[in-house]
């Protein structure tokens, strides 16, 4: 019989995926976004906050009661749906993950998104 097994290693692919940023106000929780600039001569992105959905059901959340307003958090459904299917293929056929991602653990008031322009 062929035994088969996984071995996948990850440095920062975590970094490639789509995140949704949040931010803690006097309100309750809001998604930060991006968006256009309100009266600027040219289109220039800045960042904005509106209270959707997701945001609003963070208020609820009793890990987060305590936070202070400007903590910020980061929340990648997509990661965790790679981490659930890797580790349903490793369960099944075996193998093993090395997964690396240097981030905070912690609730902090800084964001990790970065871009660059002409550099």
């Known amino acids: 019989a062929v035994v ?3 071995s996948t290693g ?3 692919f975590f970094d490639a995926l789509p995140v949704h940023q ?3 106000t006097a309100d309750g929780w809001v998604e ?5 600039e309100e009266g600027s ?3 220039r992105l800045c960042y904005t906050t509106y209270r959707t959905g997701r945001a609003r059901t963070l208020d609820l959340e009793k890990e987060l009661a305590g936070a202070a307003n400007g ?5 990648s459904p997509l990661s965790r749906g790679v981490v659930k299917t890797l580790s349903e293929r490793i369960a099944a056929v ?3 993950a090395l997964i690396i ?3 905070e653990n912690t609730l902090t008031s800084d964001f990790t998104f970065r871009a660059f322009r002409n550099h």
Not at 32 to 36: D, S
């Open 41 to 43: 001569e040219e289109d």
């Open 94 to 96: 075996g193998g093993a």
């Open 101 to 103: 991602d240097y981030g």
């Open 4 to 6: 088969s097994t996984q």
């Open 71 to 75: 903590t910020r958090f980061e929340f």
């Open 22 to 24: 949040f931010e803690k």
């Open 32 to 36: 930060v976004m991006v968006g256009v």
């Open 10 to 12: 990850m440095n920062e």
